[in-house]
């Protein structure tokens, strides 16, 4: 093991010794490797990018999005066991998909004007199956004593009508008591107040911004869109569209974990899904309810099934097909140019084997040389990939074009440059050292 480990470490400086005496003959390898490698990159890192904007630009149109109700009159209600259920079925096939619940209650919010507003009692998965945007402090944390609650930014800036840049976080304490018929009553207090024996005490810890004032409406679609009216008339005019939102449109209501509060039953599911996966998981969503007995009503937006992700599919498939391409060709122009540069090299190895070489040194100095060249040029490709990918977008820039770093692309184009030029350094090595020295060094001369 030991003597392993030194041919290792003496072949290891063998071979970066060589490199540095043939600078010319490296730098024309490694420029071969980056060329390769920056071709089979460019293409990935943009075709990547684009797809993430057009992912989040597909956001806007809310076409990532499944709302779920109950139909109306229906015996059987919508319950917390089963936001538990679609998770679980949605957890093998559709990992990234996010399930929240809501169930919304009135309240009248006591001060100095009486407001209407609505208690969402809801989960931690809302903020992100929402997409949610925070404008001061943070969302709540389950388990916390006090019980923490989230207010729409309408609605704090009524209650806190004297904040200007920042509201009063620290401070603040909602109060929330039952009413009379089912209702509710909640309120700002201080620690002198008094309040109504039943009340518990939640602390306010983050101000969001609220549906209506986003310009999204129910379904998740950014009304300001230019394809936001087109897309949502046509699912009127099926009939797939959401009911009146009250408390999702005016900006009145407070967010707080339903573990500390009524939450029986959900009235209200979204969920949030890759918008190309949209259809799977409505399905999957209605049949795994329809099991437990519910009779829901799903909405969602097909609009980027319809109009995006076709040419998205042919784009990926292109990119898959220009990747085998270029990496074929980019081994295959790889392997000659190190078959002839070993070619050349026959006389050093007959140099090397009169000196007292093994066979064993020559095949690992070779290995290596081979290893370290393609590393350094698959690192300085897939730099150039990059660079020529977002040189790309700079040029002609576009809401859906733009360049990221193709992970996956990187490894695998570095993985089939190093193995590839590996096996043409070390493999003609190999078969050159088992020739007579003197012949190989009649060769030279």
């Not at 809501?102 to 009248?108: A, E, V, W």
């Not at 009340?199 to 950014?222: D, M, Q, T, Y």
């Not at 360049?403 to 070390?426: C, D, H, K, Q, Y």
């Amino acid at each position: 093991m030991l003597q392993l480990s030194w041919m290792i470490r003496r072949s290891l400086a063998g071979a970066g010794a060589e490199l540095v005496r043939h600078p010319w003959r490296t730098v024309l390898i490694c420029q071969g490797i980056l060329w390769a490698v920056a071709l089979m990159v460019a293409p990935a890192s943009i075709l990547q990018g684009s797809r993430q904007a057009a992912l989040e630009r597909a956001h806007q149109l809310g076409t990532d999005r499944i709302q779920v109700e109950v139909e109306p009159g229906a015996t059987s209600v919508l319950e917390v066991e089963d936001l538990s259920r679609l998770r679980d079925a949605l957890a093998s096939d559709y990992s990234a998909t996010i399930v929240s619940g809501q169930g919304i209650r009135r309240t009248i919010i006591e001060g100095d004007e009486r407001i209407r507003g609505w208690i969402v009692a809801t989960d931690q998965e809302e903020f992100s199956a929402r997409s949610l945007e925070l404008i001061d402090g943070r969302w709540f944390k389950p388990g916390m004593n006090p019980p923490e609650v989230v207010f729409e930014e309408p609605l704090a800036r009524r209650l806190f009508s004297d904040a200007e840049d920042s509201f009063p976080l620290d401070d603040a304490r909602l109060w929330i008591a039952p009413g009379r018929s089912g209702s509710w009553l909640a309120g700002i207090s201080k620690v002198t107040d008094e309040l109504p024996e039943s009340a518990r005490i939640w602390k306010v810890v983050g101000v969001i911004r609220s549906a209506g004032e986003s310009g999204i409406n129910p379904l998740g679609f950014g009304e300001d869109h230019r394809f936001a009216n087109l897309v949502e008339g046509v699912l009127k005019m099926l009939g797939v569209a959401s009911e009146s939102a009250p408390w999702l449109r005016d900006g009145m209501a407070m967010h707080l974990d339903r573990e500390n509060f009524d939450a029986a039953p959900v009235d209200w599911i979204v969920i949030s899904t890759d918008p190309m996966q949209v259809t799977e998981v409505s399905h999957l969503v209605e049949n795994t309810l329809i099991e437990r007995g519910r009779t829901p009503l799903v909405y969602a937006n097909a609009a980027w099934s319809i109009l995006a992700s076709p040419e998205l599919d042919g784009y990926l498939v292109l990119h898959d097909v220009f990747f085998a391409i270029t990496a074929v060709i980019g081994w295959l122009v790889l392997t000659n140019l190190l078959l002839l540069t070993g070619r050349q090299r026959r006389a050093e190895v007959g140099l090397r084997r009169a000196e007292g070489a093994s066979r064993a040194d020559i095949f690992w100095q070779f290995l290596w040389e081979g290893v370290f060249i393609s590393l350094l040029g698959a690192i300085l490709g897939a730099l150039a990939g990059v660079a020529f990918a977002t040189l790309r977008v700079t040029l002609d820039p576009s809401a859906v074009l733009a360049a990221s770093w193709p992970w996956n692309t990187i490894f695998e184009s570095m993985l089939i440059v190093i193995v590839g030029a590996a096996l043409a350094s070390a493999g003609p090595a190999w078969a050159v050292s088992g020739t007579d020295p003197a012949l190989l060094l009649r060769e030279g001369r």
